[in-house]
Nanobody, 116 residues
């Protein structure tokens, strides 16, 4: 199993970024996936989940309406579209597979910095 994130970078407040998580070793459409972030000096924070097999998505309140989680099953890739970014969104973002006992496979993380 391998999860590889990309798409992070430096963006001004109000800007947008799209994170990608390329997955190998399992089929995305049959699995639950998550985005988790860690801001500087803080703990891990769950951001969003997608359950493609039942068509459900979930978001932490602070990103609801600004972030969108999705998958491209043909590419076996998970995405996080982030719009209207704020300084408090600055963090390392991780994609993670949700197994039977929690988040069991993680990517290496991609840095998102929101600053003017």
């Amino acid at each position: 199993v391998q999860l590889v994130e990309s798409g992070g970078g430096l963006v001004q407040p109000g800007g947008s970024l799209r994170l990608s998580c390329a997955v190998s070793g399992f089929t995305l459409s049959n699995n639950a996936m998550n985005w988790v972030r860690q801001a500087p000096g803080k703990g891990l924070e769950w951001v969003s989940s997608i359950y493609s097999y039942i068509g459900r998505t979930y978001y932490v309140d602070s990103v609801e309406g600004r972030f969108t989680i999705s998958t491209d099953n043909a590419k076996n890739t998970l995405y996080l579209q982030m719009n209207n970014l704020k300084s408090e969104d600055t963090a390392v973002y991780y994609c993670a597979h949700e197994g039977g006992v929690g988040l069991d496979y993680w990517g290496q993380g991609t840095q998102v910095t929101v600053s003017s």
